[in-house]
């Protein structure tokens, strides 16, 4: 076409254009979105375009924490039980004071409510806002721009979860409601012989597809489903235990002597070998194995039994450390004096159960000698414990006098003891489990939303001690769960919940050097103080205040000491609120360690109104009054409907 336009120039024409157009979109599209994420990206269906991700993390806090806490999760044994939904025999799952209310009425159940501060969920605002973030600026850029803003956007699926040791006492509770726990094939000493006792699958819950279903529970709107169960094959079958208890049988069958200096030899039968090993589990899951050990209490007892007064029996004294003032001194052990069971056990599990166990002489030598403190003054000395790491009080002037003990009683438990480098310590893997028989009393304590008198009613406030002394020390806090109701004895944000066997509070000690903690107290006040060689940890603190705050709900219940016509708050009603504690870990240098998030969901607290159960006569007076007025106006027409509304 001579003199016109060629269509490839055309072509070329529209090229430059849709792609200086494109350039020119792209640019203010970076420039327009310079540090925010972008329009169009959502979190969980959370609209998080234009903003910085750390406005995005607060955002995606605030939502999700409203999706996942405003109703309760109805969990169901089996599909009937779904269908029929939830009735009065609903048991609301509590884990306080409770260990998950494992009570016959939970376990003969077949529906329970969950809510989200109740089970151990979390989620990670900051990394869900980074990854939106993130939408649009690789080399999917312009595939993701154009679907955020012209393909109806893009939503990345929030995810959550749930702490380990939280979630398996949850579905210990369930197993035992609506199955049965798998256990394994074992070897028991019974009338003189070992013999293995034949093991049972289980029929649990399948902890893969429950914690899913529990999260979209948790993230959706259909907020219920039929808990899922999976049969447990055993890990130590029947033939595998037997194996074991023909081995055992066969070392212990023939005699062993005890040699005492110039005496004549005392003779140990089968039965006598036999009575002082036990044969336990060892390992998890497809590891598991029956392992054969000397017991050496079992062992010390019985060889007291036969040698008589030929030991003397001093046992040795440990080096400790004791607080002096506000300084830490090492008081060193003293030896003691008889004869040494451990050694004796030792020698005897070489004799049955060591690699030379065939050839093995099967004669113990037994003498009273000087027996050492395991912990010595110089091991004392070695771990350099000399700087006051952190400290931290609580006071409880208000107490009762089981509270006071029960607090005391706890600190007793925890105090001298050692965390190695590297090492975990866990409040109830130190205190054991805090009951009755230990001298622990009855006192307040929040049981399913409301406060009750329950045995070690007041440990949580060691607890919290501990876990602000381990805050302030700037440790790694491994598990903490923050009390179901709102504390206003404690800093917001910063109580540490525990009921055996869940919750824990659990700590690191990544200091390079050993920790020890010490317990002092007064009749109203506690302190915890961690000491050891100080890692120069610098702590910053900073908080988002009280959000979500949720209405509370009001509830009767009869008092039948209550006089007719009386009623009497119980409890106060309280809204509950989330708040969460940002802690910042600075090392010597300066050099931010690490950024941890303490969040806290406290629900609201129900306003309890109890009432008499006994007729109120003057209400029944205005009932028939009333009943009168209403019989008055139907007899008499023509009166004003109005009548006797000035009174």
């Not at 702490?163 to 394994?184: F, Q």
């Not at 091991?379 to 005391?408: G, L, P, R």
């Amino acid at each position: 076409m001579r003199g016109g336009i060629s269509p490839k120039k055309i072509t070329l024409g529209i090229v430059i254009v849709v792609v200086a157009l494109i350039a020119f979109i792209a640019v203010s599209d970076i420039v327009g979105n310079l540090g925010k994420i972008h329009s169009g990206v959502t979190v969980q269906g959370i609209d998080v375009g234009g903003l910085t991700t750390e406005e995005a993390a607060a955002f995606i806090d605030q939502e999700l924490t409203a999706v996942t806490g405003n109703t309760p999760v109805a969990l169901f044994a089996n599909r009937e039980a779904l269908a029929a939904g939830v009735n009065e025999s609903t048991v609301e799952i509590a884990p306080e004071g409770s260990e998950y209310d494992q009570s016959d009425e939970s376990a003969a159940s077949t529906s329970w409510l969950l809510n989200s501060s109740n089970a151990g969920l979390s989620f990670d605002s900051t990394a869900l806002a980074n990854e939106a973030y993130a939408i649009g600026r690789g080399s999917d850029f312009l595939a993701n721009r154009f679907k955020a803003s012209f393909g109806g956007g893009v939503n990345l699926p929030a995810s959550l979860s749930f702490d380990p040791a939280h979630i398996g006492v949850l579905e210990s509770m369930l197993t035992k409601s609506i199955g049965w726990e798998m256990v394994n094939a074992s070897v028991e000493y019974v009338d003189g012989s070992f013999v293995a006792k034949d093991g049972r699958a289980g029929n649990s819950v399948d902890h893969d597809a429950f914690t899913t279903q529990l999260g979209n529970a948790f993230l959706g709107t259909e907020r219920a489903f039929a808990v899922p169960m999976a049969m447990m094959s055993l890990n130590i079958n029947y033939d595998q235990a037997l194996q074991v208890a023909k081995m055992v049988e066969e070392r212990v069958s023939q005699s062993v002597d005890l040699v005492y200096g110039s005496e004549e030899p005392w003779t140990v039968d089968s039965s006598g070998i036999g009575s002082w090993v036990s044969v336990t589990e060892e390992g998890n899951g497809a590891d598991a194995k029956l392992v054969p050990w000397v017991d050496t209490d079992k062992l010390e007892t019985g060889l007291k039994a036969i040698i008589g007064d030929r030991d003397p029996g001093i046992k040795p004294i440990d080096a400790r450390f004791e607080l002096s003032g506000d300084r830490i001194q090492v008081v060193a052990g003293t030896n003691g004096t008889g004869i040494n069971y451990k050694k004796v056990s030792t020698d005897l599990y070489d004799i049955l159960f060591g690699e030379n166990h065939s050839t093995a002489k099967r004669e113990i030598a037994l003498a009273v000698t000087d027996l050492e403190p395991e912990f010595t003054a110089e091991d004392a000395n070695a771990m350099n414990i000399k700087d006051k790491i952190a400290s931290y009080t609580t006071e409880f002037t208000v107490a009762s006098a089981n509270k006071v003990t029960n607090i005391q009683l706890a600190a007793d438990l925890l105090n001298n003891s050692m965390i190695a480098p590297g090492g975990t310590w866990s409040f109830h893997g130190t205190a054991g489990e805090c009951n009755e028989a230990r001298g622990f009393k009855k006192a307040t304590s929040i049981v399913a939303g409301e406060y009750v008198d329950e045995i070690g009613g007041g440990i949580c406030q060691v607890a919290t001690t501990v876990f602000n002394a381990a805050f302030d020390a700037g440790l790694p806090i491994n598990e903490r769960v923050n009390h179901g109701f709102y504390l206003i004895a404690y800093p917001a944000g910063r109580d540490a919940a525990v009921s055996w066997q869940w919750p824990d509070l659990k700590f690191e000690n990544d200091t390079g050097g050993h920790i020890l903690m010490t317990m002092s107290y007064t009749n109203s006040a506690l302190t915890c103080t961690l000491w050891g060689t100080d890692p120069g940890y610098r702590v910053e603190v900073e908080d988002t205040g009280f959000t979500n705050r949720t209405d509370f709900q009001k509830k009767e219940v009869v008092n039948p000491d209550l006089k007719a016509g009386e009623k009497r708050i119980k409890q106060e009603g309280v809204k509950g609120r989330t708040i969460v504690v940002t802690r910042y870990v600075y090392d010597k240098n300066g050099q931010l360690l690490r950024k941890t998030d303490f969040k806290s969901v406290y629900a609201p607290e129900t306003e309890i109104t109890e009432i008499s159960d006994k007729p109120d006569k003057d209400e029944d007076k205005k009932k028939e009054d009333n009943k009168d007025d209403e019989d008055d106006k139907q007899t008499k027409p023509g009166q004003n409907d109005d009548a006797g509304t000035e009174d």
